[in-house]
């Protein structure tokens, strides 16, 4: 009896040790890679656009799998919060031991983790697609492990002054508001800048706190100095309530000018197709643009219309700019990986350095900025909504259709 | 500063003065009541503003008259908290009422996000970016609608606690909880009808909050924050004194906002230094008793 017993037992013992080892076993093989996203809060449109992304290129690339292992992004959310986001980096770096970072909205954000990553050494490994601000190019540009793919903000401002000025009749006075963080304060700085340069008068640069409730107060300001522009720098809630409340307040700019949170579908069904319409944003990619195939790797870099098509099947929305940036993003680490043969941090940096291939985002290869060692993609459009669509209307050699200016009022719509 | 300025920066101020005391007058309720802070009181919003948009989405009812379906769930919310929750921490220390609040709150959030995702969501019926014009003055009518149920949810409220029975329990047990049971009022009755008015008039808060502006999963953050410091000030627990404070700051934030360059972001800096200097000079806030 006493035999039975113990056989029961340690078959019970083995057994369960047989349940819990392939876990461990498969867990210790998964390449995990560290996503921070605000996924709710001010900036959840853009984030949850970037996680879609990242969500498909992970299943692509677990058809074949990478060095014969599968892909694991592990997302945590930062709420827009640099704070909660440092604490969520770094839980990724010691629980999770992810390889490497991928993804990311917002320049404050990203300012505050790569200054957490700071003291790490080496300094994780990471494809940065949320680092817009040129204090981040110039303070960690330098960092070789370190790959930025969104546009600097000089990219946009210059984009967004270009555009200004192409503009007939061109205006004369702009109202810069601006959201009171990093991302906001350093772009409108910009701007402000460039425009002056370039002979807009700028009637105002005036801050506010994004994801406020109210934003009225500014807006009668705005209205009371009568600009032709209003351009403002800001996250997802705050254009919708910009254009919420610019209407009740019957505020008539000759344009309504923004950024590239302007540009969700989430903005667009927020405050409705007329609300939207000739409102202008930048961007830089849109579901219209016809990049081909790269030669290099078809399958997981298939031409424009077919990476939109499988996109739009799979998620029900057509894809934005940072759905496909963040594909993109983890794609190329993946395949950095995948040419280093290792996980080795050196090895696959030196590999992501050697990328030269078409993408359904545009060429990607990483060559240096102003201050930075490793930036893809710096070209920037501008686009307006127009019956419920984007349509690109600069620079001209892009353009899909023409800007409808001057913005009709909110009255005689 | 024009006249024209001025008038539309007051009607901004008082537009947003009554969405604060929407939001702000159940939570003083349920702390006159029960003195008990209740951390998931914005969360109440957000429920509120989710079942508005919800309501508006699958069956097309529209917010003035999904407002009354919302009131009557907000209502059995608050009850089912407080008789499955909240009354069993009634008699603990704070520290145990405050997690146990926060822990609401969080689980809300969380059940919010898992159900509807971080999506932004808004209601969009014709008055919802519509305004009225008078003059120079360009009134919102979605905004317009929450003074409007602000004054009338406001007046029931004072026409409950001083003209009917309820009204008269409701303030015995505020005044003294163990007297009021000694004179036979079923005193945990009363806390239930206290949170659930809190609820509902927090709910009403959000069907004006998903008409007027949006919602998603963590908006009751920033309306629950609002209404800590509109009750602080008004002082803890006076319904008129949230009414009145909830005026101050939505003006003070309106006129900063209109009249300061970087105005509105100083705006709430502002409404936090006058909360400061309430509390440093008065401790009890303008209308709190002792």
Redesign the interface.
């Known amino acids: 009896m006493r035999k039975m017993t113990m056989a029961v037992g340690l078959g019970l013992l083995f057994g369960s040790l047989g349940m819990v080892l392939p876990v461990a076993w498969a867990a210790e093989e998964e390449i995990r890679i560290g996503a921070v996203w605000g996924l709710t809060g001010p900036q959840a449109g853009v984030s949850q656009e970037g996680r879609r992304g990242m969500e498909m290129a992970q299943d692509l690339l677990n058809k074949k799998g990478v060095l014969g292992r599968k892909i694991r992004v592990i997302f945590e959310d930062d709420k827009a919060d640099p704070a909660v986001a440092v604490s969520a980096a770094e839980k990724l770096i010691t629980q999770d031991k992810v390889v490497a970072f991928v993804g990311g909205v917002g320049s404050t954000i990203c300012n505050a983790m790569l200054g957490a990553f700071e003291k790490y050494t080496p300094k994780p490994l990471g494809t940065l697609t949320g680092c817009g601000a040129t204090t981040i190019e110039q303070r960690f540009g330098k960092e070789r492990g370190y790959f930025f793919v969104h546009p600097w903000e000089y990219y946009y401002q210059t984009t967004m002054r270009d555009f200004l000025l192409s503009v007939t009749p061109r205006p004369q006075t702009v109202f810069i508001a601006h959201e009171d963080r990093l991302y906001g304060t350093s772009h409108s700085k910009m701007a402000e800048e460039y425009f002056k340069e370039a002979g807009f008068k700028v009637v105002a640069r005036e801050s506010f706190k994004s994801g406020a409730p109210d934003l009225t107060p500014l807006l009668t300001r705005a209205k009371a100095m009568n600009p032709d522009v209003f351009y403002w720098i800001a996250y997802g809630a705050d254009a919708v309530l910009v254009t919420k409340q610019g209407k009740e307040l019957n505020f008539n700019p000759r344009m309504y000018a923004s950024t590239v949170q302007l540009g969700t579908q989430e903005y667009r069904d927020a405050v409705g197709k007329g609300n939207a319409e000739t409102f202008v944003g930048i961007t830089v990619w849109e579901p219209i643009a016809a990049f081909p195939a790269s030669k290099e790797w078809p399958e997981v870099f298939p031409s424009t219309r077919d990476w939109v098509r499988d996109y739009t099947t799979r998620f029900k929305r057509e894809p934005h700019y940072y759905s496909i940036m963040s594909y993109v993003a983890l794609v190329a680490t993946a395949k950095g990986i995948e040419a280093a043969g290792s996980l080795e941090r050196d090895r696959v940096l030196g590999a992501m350095e050697k990328i030269n291939t078409m993408t359904p985002m545009g060429p990607l290869k990483f060559s240096p900025s102003k201050f930075a060692v490793n930036h893809a993609f710096k070209q920037m459009m501008i686009f307006q909504w127009q019956k419920g669509e984007k349509v690109l209307v600069f620079p001209r050699d892009v353009a899909s259709g023409m800007l409808m200016h001057p913005f009709p009022a909110w009255t005689q719509r | 500063m024009?006249l024209a300025?001025l008038a539309?920066?007051t009607a901004?101020g008082l537009?947003?003065a009554g969405?604060y005391a929407l939001v702000s007058v159940g939570l003083t309720l349920v702390f006159g009541v029960m003195r008990i802070l209740n951390f998931a009181h914005g969360e109440f919003v957000m429920l509120g503003a989710y079942a508005s948009f919800w309501l508006f989405t699958l069956w097309g009812l529209d917010p003035l008259a999904s407002l009354a379906v919302v009131l009557v769930l907000m209502t059995g919310l608050g009850a089912l908290i407080q008789t499955t929750l909240v009354k069993r921490v009634l008699a603990a220390p704070h520290l145990n009422q405050i997690l146990l609040t926060f822990g609401i709150a969080v689980t809300f959030q969380n059940l919010a996000?898992l159900l509807w995702?971080?999506?932004?969501?808004?209601i969009?019926v014709w008055y919802?970016?519509?305004?009225l014009?008078l003059g120079p003055v360009?009134l919102?009518?979605?905004?317009t609608f929450g003074i409007g149920l602000a004054m009338i949810l406001t007046g029931l409220l004072y026409l409950l606690l001083f003209r009917t029975e309820y009204g008269r329990a409701l303030r015995a047990v505020a005044q003294d909880p163990e007297a009021a049971l000694v004179m036979g009022i079923p005193i945990q009755r009363v806390y239930i009808l206290a949170m659930a008015i809190g609820a509902a008039y927090a709910g009403a808060a959000g069907v004006v909050?998903s008409v007027?502006?949006?919602t998603?999963?963590?908006i009751g953050f920033?309306?629950g924050l609002?209404a800590f410091c509109v009750v602080i000030l008004g002082g803890l627990g006076s319904v008129f004194g949230a009414t009145v404070a909830s005026l101050i700051l939505g003006l003070v934030?309106?006129?900063?906002?209109?009249?300061f360059?970087?105005?509105?972001?100083w705006?709430?800096a502002i409404s936090f230094v006058i909360l400061l200097l309430v509390l440093l000079l008065r401790p009890k806030g303008l209308f709190g008793v002792e």
């Open positions: 024009s300025l539309q920066a901004n537009s947003l969405l996000l995702t971080g999506d932004l969501r808004a969009k919802s970016a519509s305004s014009t360009s919102s009518l979605g905004r909050a007027s502006m949006f998603y999963p963590l920033l309306f609002k934030e309106s006129f900063v906002g209109t009249f360059a970087q105005g509105s972001s705006a709430e």
